[in-house]
């Protein structure tokens, strides 16, 4: 029979009070001040200001950062309708990182009263007072109730996110001051430069953006800055510079 070995009983209590010691050490630098929360950091944001995003998280700040639940907190950000997703990380020792993904936002849309912003699929996110530097104020016929937006002309929802994705992708739609939706056939944009530009409230509607991607390089190449671009033919398109 094989003998057993006898525990160093020394050893033993040697390794349970080194374990108990870093377990309150572990505890008490946890607890310190050393990881009070100081900063949070907002990232990505351009339709939420800071202080909204703050007023969302609702954060005591006197608090150690590890002390936070960050599934909760990302939660109350992701209530907001402007909100697509929300990501919270714990940076050591005392920030806390909001990494933020809005939603593709549509808009300002003007109806004479007020100015509203919906989302790339059509929703409604919100009414707005003041519009921001450099947005593309869109001029449309709309009804808003109850937060329900309805359009005068039923197609022009369609029509319009069609038409604004487009303008985005093919990176036009910052150089377009105003686009006018409220003629039941027409549409009528105004571009920053002094371009006027004019085209069908029809299914060409992506095709003919794609052509007035390939006009305005031309037109800026010729170092024309100003004038009228009408696209409502279906064959051609017509240029007329303004005459002075």
Known sequence: ?????KVNTNKLMGILFFSLLLVLGTCFFLKSDFFYLNEIVINNNKYLTKE????????EKNKNIFFYNLNNLQNKIKESPYIKNCEIKRKIPNKLIVNIEEKNIVGPIYNGRSYVYIDDDG????????????????????TLD????RFTNKND???????????KEENILKQIKTIDFRNKSIINMKGKSGITICLNKDNSIKQNIIKLRKVLVDLQNRKETDGNIDMTYNDYILYSPYKN
């Open 1 to 5: 029979m094989k003998k057993r070995k």
């Open 52 to 59: 909204e995003i703050n007023n969302l998280l609702n954060i």
């Open 123 to 142: 929703n409604f996110i919100g009414q707005i007072k003041k519009i921001k530097n450099n947005e593309t104020v869109i001029y449309s016929l709309y």
């Open 146 to 149: 109850n937060s329900f937006l």
């Open 157 to 167: 929802k369609k029509s319009l996110l069609v038409l604004y994705s487009k303008l």
